[in-house]
C-alpha cells in the first residue's frame, strides 16, 4: 500500500492556478517534515517545497517562490500545495513526499514518495 497518494493535478491555462493534495494512509506523518518534487521526462527530480513537522517552517526552490505556497493540516494527514501564477515550464508530474527534516528534502533525501500527479500547464 502506497502510504502517500497525490490529487488535484490536470491542466490549466498559463496564469491559473491548481491546488495539490497529498493524502497519507496506513500511517500519520505529523513527525516528518513534508515536500514536494517534479520531474518531466529526460530531466532530473527537482525540489519544489518543504513544510516542517510543525508546519511553522517553509523552503521553496527559487523557481516557485512567490507563487506556491506548502501547508499541512496533521489532523487530517494531509499536505498541500497551491500553486498560482503557473507556467508552461512548470509542466511535470508532482511527487510529495515524507522526510527526516526539510534540509533533507531539499537535499532530495525522502523516506516515503508518493507516485505523482500530473501537471500540464498549456494554452
Known amino acids: 500500500q502506497v502510504p502517500l497518494v497525490e490529487s488535484g493535478g490536470g491542466e490549466v491555462q498559463p496564469g491559473g492556478s491548481l491546488r495539490l493534495s497529498c493524502a497519507a494512509s496506513?500511517?500519520?506523518?505529523?513527525?516528518?517534515?513534508m515536500g514536494w518534487f517534479r520531474q518531466t521526462p529526460g530531466k532530473e527530480r527537482e525540489f519544489v517545497a518543504a513544510?516542517?513537522?510543525?508546519?511553522?517552517?517553509?523552503y521553496y526552490s527559487d523557481s516557485v517562490k512567490g507563487r506556491f505556497t506548502i501547508s499541512r493540516d496533521s489532523a487530517k494527514n494531509t499536505v498541500y500545495l497551491q500553486m498560482i501564477s503557473l507556467k508552461p515550464e512548470d509542466t511535470a508530474v508532482y511527487y510529495c513526499?515524507?522526510?527526516?527534516?526539510?534540509?533533507?528534502?531539499?537535499?532530495?533525501?525522502?523516506?516515503?514518495r508518493g507516485q505523482g500527479t500530473q501537471v500540464t500547464v498549456s494554452s
Open positions: 513544510i516542517n513537522w510543525a508546519g511553522d517552517f517553509t
Open positions: 496506513g500511517r500519520t506523518f505529523s513527525g516528518n517534515a
Open positions: 513526499a515524507a522526510g527526516i527534516s526539510t534540509a533533507t528534502l531539499r537535499r532530495g533525501t525522502a523516506t516515503y
